[in-house]
Structure formats: structure tokens, C-alpha cells
């Protein structure tokens, strides 16, 4: 949407075009969001939208698989929580960047109804093992980033 806007005309437009579409799963998603951000390059506002770049304070949301599961009491809020993917078997792990252990406790059940005011948080019950410092979390994404840069940029060349 954004290219097809702000940038209809760019060269490398129909290049993240043909990443678009090969894309079959979240690897090569990951890909066309590259793509999308180096055209986009340091230009985040339009209009009345800013788009962050990853492992900024100010996000307000971040996908839980860059840090296997930690997070820090800065983080506001994580994306990506889907069942499928919530694992505790050290193989599946291993299987994909995108599995990650369960952030919650394993007995704790989620009852949305419990989710209101003023008691909201205790809805959920949290592993406290993965409450981490800014500083560790920080770090983290930072080498995460780079090694999504860099299977980036080996994508690319295949194309």
C-alpha cells in the first residue's frame, strides 16, 4: 500500500513485487517488508502515519519471536502470540526463528472476562523468567535486526 502510494515509481518497486509474489510463509514476508523499508529508506511519516523502525522505544508494539520470548517491562505490548507457534520443546525451537517458548506460566488459563478494569493485568500470568532488562532486550533485537538484514541481502541476490 505504501509503496503503491508514496512510491508507485521507484526501481526497486517491481523487485519487492516479485518477492510479494513468492511469498508463502513469514520468511519471505519478512523479505517484502525489507524491501518495502529500503525504498521507504529513512522517510517513516506520511501523512499522518509514522512507522518505526525495529527496536525503537517509541513502538508501541514488537513481534515476541525476536527475543525468544523476553521482554522487558519497557515493552508495551507484543505481537505474534499465536498458539501454533508457542512451544517449550527445545527441537521445535530449533526448527524455526518464529517458534518460541511460552511466555506465560503453562498452568495459567486466560479468561478474557477477567480482563477489565482496574484488575486487567491479572489476567495474565506471566513467566517471570523472561522479564529482562531494557539493556539485554535491547541487545537482542539489535542482533536479530542485523541477522534478518543480512538474509535479506542473500535473498535479494537470488532474485
Not at 6 to 16: A, G, I, V, W
Not at 67 to 85: G, I, N, V
Not at 94 to 100: A, K, L
Amino acid at each position: 500500500m505504501f509503496l503503491n502510494r508514496y512510491y508507485p515509481n521507484h526501481p526497486r518497486k517491481e523487485k519487492c513485487e516479485k518477492i510479494w509474489a513468492k511469498t508463502v510463509g513469514i520468511e519471505e514476508h519478512s523479505y517484502y517488508v525489507g524491501c518495502a523499508r529500503s525504498i521507504m529508506d529513512d522517510t517513516m511519516e506520511f501523512d499522518k502515519i509514522i512507522i518505526y523502525p525495529k527496536g525503537s522505544h517509541k513502538a508501541w508494539v514488537r513481534d515476541i519471536w525476536l527475543t525468544q520470548s523476553e521482554w522487558a517491562p519497557r515493552d508495551f505490548m507484543l505481537h505474534d502470540l499465536e498458539e501454533y507457534k508457542i512451544t517449550n520443546d527445545p527441537i521445535q525451537l530449533n526448527v524455526s526463528p518464529y517458534n518460541y517458548s511460552n511466555p506465560f506460566l503453562s498452568d495459567a488459563v486466560f479468561h478474557s472476562a477477567f480482563c477489565t478494569f482496574p484488575d486487567g493485568l491479572n489476567c495474565w500470568k506471566y513467566n517471570t523468567t523472561f522479564i529482562k532488562s531494557d539493556k539485554i532486550v535491547d541487545e537482542k533485537i539489535k542482533r536479530k535486526t542485523k541477522e534478518l538484514r543480512l538474509r535479506y541481502l542473500k535473498y535479494i541476490d537470488t532474485l
